[in-house]
């Protein structure tokens, strides 16, 4: 099973994504953080993952704050870093800042199937027809 570490500010972006990916049958496991704090506790923790979802801007109405997690995540571990944010200028600095690859969260499913691509998913069982 593959784990993705997601650090989302809203909470029902997180749960969507997780509900279609398991709808659709991926055999995902989500580690969520939804603060700062909460991804660098985690870190702390010596959390183990495949893959990092980054928000950009982590907190309502926050500034590109991001930046010291992706440089702390690039450090520490082996592992693509996907930047997400609705904003082109944050998008360029998060990959500055060390992400691998970019997408604008706000289009329909473009989280949802970078993640698939990148981790080389395949649904664990048929699509219902």
Known sequence: MKKVFIVEDYKNILKGWGLIWEADGYDLE???????????????????????VIDGHVGKNQPYNSGGLIR???????????????????REQM???????????????AVVNKVVEILGLKPSQPFPV
């Open 30 to 52: 989500v580690i969520p953080a939804f603060t700062l704090e909460e991804a660098n506790s985690l870190l702390d923790q010596g959390i183990d993952f495949d893959l990092a």
């Open 95 to 109: 990959q500055k800042d060390g992400c691998s690859e970019v997408v604008d969260k706000m289009v329909n499913m």
């Open 72 to 90: 702390r995540i690039r450090a520490t571990y082996s592992v693509p870093i996907l930047a997400t944010s609705s904003e082109v200028k944050t």
